[in-house]
């Protein structure tokens, strides 16, 4: 019985562990159901506001440019800044 006692505790890190490997979250190209569940403090309504102002005002440039999106603050950007990353920019030059 002793044997099984750290079971728990090995699969709690092994799933701990394989959401800090993911990879980062593309706000430029992930679609609202992706940043809802992978952005930490957006649901579905702040997931469709990301959608709506890159619709509206083009590809971000920076992680940082989500603050610039109603509802997204700080303490938002600062829980995933890590976990997001931006892509899909083409560059016209």
Known sequence: ME????????????LLGSSVWAEPVDINTSDADVLAEHIVGVGPVLAEAIIAYRAAYGPFQSVEDLLQV?????????????????GGISDAN
């Open 3 to 14: 044997k099984y006692r750290y079971i728990p505790l090995l699969i709690g890190a092994l």
């Open 70 to 86: 109603t509802g997204i603050g700080p303490k938002v950007l600062e829980k995933n800044t890590d976990n997001l990353q931006v």
